[in-house]
């Protein structure tokens, strides 16, 4: 089933302006616990992430390396159990802190994954996530110990959109996060 929603039923949660607030002081303790390092790596998890990182990597005072992988979990509003992995091309990351950018963690399932591939995999010397939304309510019991090291706002069990965030793949270039009125 597909469900056409237009931009009117869309409410503003976070403005432009709250979000770059809130990368802002992310971006600040980000730069004080990576001081020391030459060798930090963001790896953006797109699609959702692609605003995120780019703002967040702006906003750092640090020098990086930035890599894109992408996966995808979420079918509309529908949560798939199995996510997909379309691109996990990544250089050797032994020697590197990497900081994974996703956009959300809900029910704590991809970054899960992508925490053990970093570690186990990757064999990375360090792994953090930041994520811009945290869902706590929502992580399934397996990865009740599941929290992101960073994150802009912790939210409810409400679907958001916009800001690189999709509803059936639309809305993403939307500058803010929304909400569609109704829509749980
Ligand atoms: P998880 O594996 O269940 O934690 O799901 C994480 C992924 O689901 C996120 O990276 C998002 O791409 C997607 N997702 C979760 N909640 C939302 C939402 O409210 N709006 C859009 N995408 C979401
Ligand atoms: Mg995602």
Redesign the pocket.
Known sequence: MSLTISKDSIKVLFSEQEIANQIAKLAAIINEDYKNTQNLVLIG?LK?AFIFVSDLARALNLPCQLEFIRLS??QGTQ?TNN?RVYDLTLPNLEDKDVLII??????????HFLLDFFTNQAKAKTVKLAALFD?PSKREAEFANIKPDYSCFEIGD????GYG???DQKFRELPYIGRIEGLV
Request: charged share 30%; net charge negative; aromatic share 16%.
């Open positions: 998890v959702g979990s979420y949560r996510f996703e956009d959300i963690v809900d029910s704590g399932r991809t970054a869902k409400i679907f958001i959109l965030l999709d509803f």
